[in-house]
């Protein structure tokens, strides 16, 4: 399969099961609406999600760094190259 590139000249991992695009877009749901419930913008979204996340697993018994190595196995298991 042959990566894309984006105008910026980044290029998008593997999307081996043809989901990635669907999972930007949920994802780009839950920035916007961050965004909108707090007036951070664009260039802050992401970083104060993340932390206002931790705040909130903090407050309901969630250990953040677990979720966070799992997270990563996630993306990773979504990204990775075809054998």
Known sequence: MT????????ELPP???GQNDDRAKWAA???VAFMTETGTD????L???LADLRH????????W?????RGMAHYEAETEEES
Do not use: Y
């Open 56 to 63: 909130w697993a903090d407050r309901n018994g969630v250990e």
């Open 15 to 17: 999307d081996t099961d």
């Open 42 to 45: 664009r260039q802050d979204a």
């Open 47 to 49: 970083a104060d999600l």
């Open 3 to 10: 990566p894309i590139t984006l105008p910026c000249g980044h």
């Open 65 to 69: 760094r677990t979720e966070l190595r």
């Open 29 to 31: 749901t839950a920035i």
